[in-house]
């Protein structure tokens, strides 16, 4: 499809496997910018409250295909956020009537609204079992919360003292090892398996933890997991480069406003919705990759999460450097838009 002078590209219309809407006047005002350019995604349900239930995720679903402008075709596909009180009965009834595609672990204290995640991995193993049995996905954020365990290894420890033991206890258990990025991350994932995937996001493709730390505090590239040394990062671009099928495209866009990231305890997340199908075409231009660029934004996801990929197609084309927003405006405040560091040149026809 593409070779490396291509100035067109006719790709399937991609998909964002993991990304975060919120609720209310950011979502109305994020709901476009994914829109635009991804005919699906699978939307985090770590709300606060969180989307707990299968009812829940039908109500936020709603919510979000009211919120979705008139002419843009867009398909939530739901998770439910796993709690120790969940109900894997629960679970079954809104798998079978379409309504979530996932549940999302969040070890408790993890991330970004993760209070009511799980303490207790032994109090959801029938939850687990059900979703082996029904086949329904787990998306994980893997990391460690131990206070003792330094914040730049809880992704590898993670998996090691988690992950594993979780999936030798749970044979059939698909898993998605979210926003990996970390060589082991990578390696667990490629070595794992049919029942094992990671998605990759935008910024750990590009950024590493200088980009953060180096020249004054850069609030707007601190997510979670922090982004790591520069040889993690090139073992996570070259797993995203690769084409290999474990490997696809969750952006992780997590809206923040400004006053909420830029602060003296700044809130986790890059927002990257509105670039990111042009950083990710710039990224594997650079690497000379753009004949795996549909494996890594339209296919891999799909045939992971057993759904067809779209048969709408999407043209991206090379010109002079994109003109992007730097901040998107919201009823509640104005949110920054991640800022790759270099131009992007690939454009998206709508
Ligand atoms: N990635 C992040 O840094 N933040 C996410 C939560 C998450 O995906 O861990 C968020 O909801 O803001
Ligand atoms: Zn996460
Ligand atoms: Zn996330």
Not at 189 to 209: E, K, S, Y
Not at 225 to 234: G, M, N, Q
Not at 247 to 259: E, M, V
Request: proline fraction near 7%; charge should be negative.
């Amino acid at each position: 499809m593409a070779d490396a002078s291509a100035r067109t590209l006719t790709l399937r219309r991609p998909d964002d496997w993991h990304l975060h809407l919120r609720d209310g006047a950011v979502l109305n005002a994020v709901v476009r910018e994914t829109a635009r350019h991804f005919a699906r995604a699978i939307v985090m349900p770590n709300l606060v409250p969180p989307v707990a239930t299968g009812a829940q995720a039908a109500a936020y679903r709603e919510r979000i295909l009211a919120a979705v402008p008139a002419g843009m075709d867009f398909t939530p596909l739901m998770t439910v956020y796993l709690c120790e009180e969940t109900d894997p009965a629960d679970l079954k009834a809104a798998k079978a009537a379409g309504i979530i595609h996932a549940v999302k672990l969040y070890p408790a204290g993890a991330t970004t609204n993760s209070a009511s995640g799980v303490r207790d991995f032994s109090k959801v193993q029938k939850v687990f079992d059900t979703m082996a049995e029904i086949g329904l996905p787990l998306c994980v954020h893997g990391e460690v919360t131990d206070p003792a365990v330094d914040i730049f290894d809880r992704e590898a420890v993670f998996i090691e003292r988690v992950l594993e033991p979780l999936r030798r206890r749970t044979p059939g258990l698909k898993v998605v090892l979210e926003h990996i990025t970390t060589r082991e991350g990578a390696d667990y994932v490629r070595q794992g398996g049919d029942d094992i995937a990671a998605t990759i996001t935008v910024q750990h493709l590009i950024i590493n933890r200088n980009h953060i730390l180096v020249g004054g505090i850069k609030p707007h590239y601190y997510c979670l997991p922090v982004a790591k040394r520069e040889e993690h990062r090139l073992a996570v671009r070259a797993a995203a480069t690769s084409g290999d099928s474990h490997f696809f495209l969750g952006t992780d866009s997590a809206p923040h406003l400004d006053p909420a990231k830029e602060s003296a305890c700044g809130c986790a997340g890059c927002y990257t919705a509105t670039n990111a199908l042009s950083a990710v075409t710039e990224v594997f231009e650079q690497d000379g990759a753009l004949d795996r660029l549909e494996a890594f934004i339209s296919l891999n996801g799909p045939a992971f999460y057993r759904l067809p990929p779209n048969d709408a197609r999407i043209t991206l084309t090379k010109g002079e450097a994109v003109d992007y927003p730097r901040k998107i405006a919201t009823e509640a405040g104005p949110l920054t838009v991640f800022d790759p560091t270099f131009p992007l040149h690939w454009s998206v026809a709508e």
